[in-house]
């Protein structure tokens, strides 16, 4: 099974509303990243986990705050957000890289955010 | 800081055409690079990955070669499909962190 499955698939939320995104994986992966995506270009890495642990920030806002509760689960949690915010949010995950490794990274299909 | 460039930014081909996609990255101390394609609206599908110490990865009708002294890739695709028809980009792993940087895409529209 290489699927990397989030929800919800489409979410519109008001500027002073409080959401979540979820993403989960059960390939055994140890690293698990947020993108953001616009409309044209590519993905943008916002957050990386590694064994659990927040390991990369992008210098992303704090209305955009994630979470890793166990090695499978991933979440984002939106609050205040701005409609500048729109866009596709996606999660990816894949081992841990090291020597011998491989990290091919897998994706889900993208939650599509739209911020009013 | 690692930037990755696609050229051409579209293509148009007719189908059953053979077509070469390129992809150029600065700092080579990478530990792969993996190419996708995104369909309009959707998520990225893996299609090959090609580890640091390879010099090419086939499948099917895809082959993808890596030249990382150079800093560059190509995606070859024969006999094109318009199922082809995509969004493809190609993504570094750069060595030491966890990072995957995106190239700036190329958008393939395979003409019937």
């Known amino acids: 099974d290489t699927e990397v499955t989030q929800t919800p698939k489409h979410l519109v939320m008001g500027m002073t509303n409080k959401k979540s995104l979820k993403c989960e994986q059960h390939?055994?992966?140890?690293?698990m990243y947020w993108y953001k995506q616009k409309a044209k270009k590519p993905p943008e890495l916002m957050f990386v986990?590694?064994?659990?642990?927040?390991?990369i920030n992008e210098s992303v806002p704090s209305r955009f705050s994630p979470e890793c509760p166990n090695s499978s689960l991933l979440n984002l949690h939106l609050h205040a957000l701005q409609p500048e915010d729109s866009a596709l949010y996606l999660c990816a995950s894949s081992p841990i890289s090291g020597q011998g490794r491989n990290t091919e990274a897998f994706f889900g299909q993208g939650t599509r955010l739209t911020v009013v | 800081k690692q930037e990755v460039t696609q050229i051409p930014a579209a293509l148009s081909v007719p189908e059953g055409e053979n077509l070469v996609l390129n992809c150029s990255f600065t700092?080579?101390?990478?530990?792969?690079l993996q190419w996708f394609r995104q369909d309009p609206g959707k998520g990225l599908t893996s299609l090959l990955l090609?580890?640091?110490?390879?010099r090419e990865q086939t499948s099917g009708r895809l082959n993808a070669s890596l030249d990382k002294s150079s800093g560059r890739s190509t995606l070859y695709i024969a006999a094109s499909q318009p199922g082809d028809s995509a969004t493809y980009l190609c993504?570094?792993?750069?060595?030491?962190?966890?990072?995957?940087?995106f190239g700036t895409g190329t958008r393939l529209t395979i003409i019937p």
């Open positions: 090609i580890q640091s110490s390879q």
């Open positions: 700092d080579s101390a990478i530990y792969n």
């Open positions: 993504a570094v792993f750069n060595f030491g962190n966890e990072k995957l940087t």
């Open positions: 390939m055994g992966h140890r690293a």
């Open positions: 986990y590694s064994y659990e642990k927040l390991s």
